[in-house]
């Protein structure tokens, strides 16, 4: 016990040097994403077009925003968010940001917490102390809640999920369901969930509500169908620029044409559902076992995926750590480290390399802590990882990849007649992150190689470990484990 103390009070430690370390922020302000959900609920409320150029009349009044040149931030949310959004319109941008971030001090805290009781876990306090450790240097998940992202609340709402379901609230299920569609690109893992009948009806519902609501908001505006083509045109428009983290945009990256990127992506998308599929349909996963699969596997599978997306990998590697012994748990441990570390992040602040290195650092002790046996050499192995983040920021710290909107030029704006997904692509262009670099491309790689060595050690490590618990326990805890993941659970 003394040497998880020790352990986890040096990562603390080197968070919080870490977090001393940090440099000036890149530009814009704090919650940066929200400002097109803001600005999309004021837009709906006075009928403008929330998926349209005139989002920019509210966001340009926002106190952090540079209103002399565009830097127009488009909103691609589902339509049964905006009354959410205009809600939060209603106030002062103030203390409507103040109450946003709010919740995502609460979403990191139940994405955090949450992910350790899915474990089956007693939580006691180092177990908390290393979780909430692991999560404040996690970097998908950081870089989330410092932009406000919506991806930060699904995850969370996805991590709520399962545990609404062991508590048999077919509603609690459906309304945290509800909230992970906020966020669509990551809700679709809870069908990896959807075994049970109780999780069926809760499912259909968040599903119908979704769907209502979605028509309801954009009753005379094209419906449904117009949202979907929004979803397209701006997939389109970043599909191979630096800031998306997808096997398209890596391929893309390194030198591949557009039709070979795109083939490589779709052919990587279908293995990956198709061995999906044979998981969540045998019974020797526990329900919340396929879910972890679903959410390691996730990141390979999509066609538009930003930094902060990848928070949906939190929950696997805990259950892992929690569940892996010897060679598996070294192995899951390092591709949890190389998950946590904010690529992107280190191709635009060269200067944050120290920060990054501390973070990472502080991160894989705080995966150690997590072990469930005494503490062991081996467990720090995954210290290679920071390591490697040193190697990458000294390969990079030549060659920035810029970013937006901070490198787009003076007085820029963009010429009236383009759509929002066309007005979106003519400032990354002209911020520079439409460049293609083999550096930004390897860097991105790592996240994607991270998620798919995850996924490959939970395979066989949660179906191992299930097996071998149920093996060793007496016949009635073994029935009563049984019946708790029956399709009636």
């Known amino acids: 016990m003394s040497a998880r103390i020790a352990t986890l009070a040096f990562a603390v430690g080197l968070l919080l040097v870490g977090l001393l370390t940090r440099p000036v922020p890149i530009s814009g302000t ?39 040149h565009d830097e127009f931030l488009p909103f691609v949310g589902p339509p049964f968010g905006l009354p959410l959004w205009a809600a939060l319109a209603r106030l002062d941008w103030h203390w409507a940001s103040t109450l946003w971030g709010g919740a995502m001090a609460v979403a990191f805290g139940v994405i955090a917490l949450g992910s350790l009781r899915i474990a089956n876990e007693r939580i006691d306090a180092i ?23 919506a991806a930060v609340v699904s995850c969370a709402a996805i991590v709520l999920t399962p545990l609404a379901l062991r508590r048999r609230s077919a509603f609690g299920a459906a309304a945290t369901a509800l909230v992970a569609a906020l966020q669509p690109n990551l809700a679709i893992v809870l069908a990896a969930r959807a075994g049970s009948r109780r999780a069926a009806i809760a499912f259909a519902l968040a599903l119908a509500l979704a769907l209502g609501g979605s028509a309801l908001a954009l009753a005379g505006s094209g419906g449904l169908g117009r949202y979907l083509e929004v979803l397209r045109a701006h997939a389109a428009s970043e599909r191979f620029i630096a800031i998306q983290t997808t096997s398209a945009a890596v391929a893309r990256g390194f030198g591949a044409s557009p039709e070979t990127a795109g083939l490589c992506a779709l052919g ?60 598996a748990w070294v192995v899951g441990a390092i591709a949890g480290a190389a998950i946590a570390v904010d690529w992107l992040g280190l191709a635009q602040r060269p200067g944050g390399v120290l920060e990054t290195v501390l973070l990472t650092t502080g991160v894989t002790m705080a995966l150690a802590c997590l072990a469930r046996e005494p503490l062991r050499p081996f467990h720090f192995v995954p210290l290679l990882v920071p390591a490697a983040v040193a190697v990458a920021g000294a390969f990079v710290f030549a060659h920035p990849l810029p970013t937006w909107p901070g ?17 979106w692509r003519a400032e990354q262009l002209a911020s520079g992150v439409g460049g293609l670099d ?5 860097l991105r790689a790592l996240s994607l190689g991270g998620c798919a060595l995850l996924w490959c050690v939970a ?12 093996r060793s326990e007496p016949a009635s805890t073994a029935l009563r484990r049984q019946q708790a993941t029956s399709p009636s659970a």
């Open 30 to 68: 704090a919650l940066l994403d929200f400002e097109a959900y803001y600005a999309a609920g004021a837009t709906w409320q006075y009928h403008g077009d929330p998926y349209g150029r005139d989002v920019w009349r509210t966001e340009r009044t926002i106190p952090t925003v540079d209103g002399t």
């Open 127 to 149: 177990d908390a102390g290393a979780v909430l450790a692991m999560a404040a240097g996690f970097g998908p998940l950081t870089s989330g809640v410092a932009l406000g992202q």
């Open 268 to 327: 990587i998308a279908l293995v990956t559902f198709a061995v999906l599929a044979v998981q969540c349909a045998s019974r020797r996963y526990a329900p919340d076992d396929r879910l972890a699969l679903a959410c390691a596997a996730l990141p390979l599978t999509l066609p538009f995926a930003h930094e902060h997306d990848f928070t949906i990998a939190f929950l696997p590697i805990v259950l892992l750590l929690r569940r892996a012994r010897g060679t």
């Open 438 to 442: 083999a550096r930004w491309a390897l």
């Open 407 to 423: 490198s787009l030029p003076a007085n820029f704006h963009v010429p009236p007649g383009l759509d929002a997904a066309q007005a």
């Open 459 to 470: 395979s066989t490590a949660l179906l191992s470990s299930r097996t071998q618990a149920t």
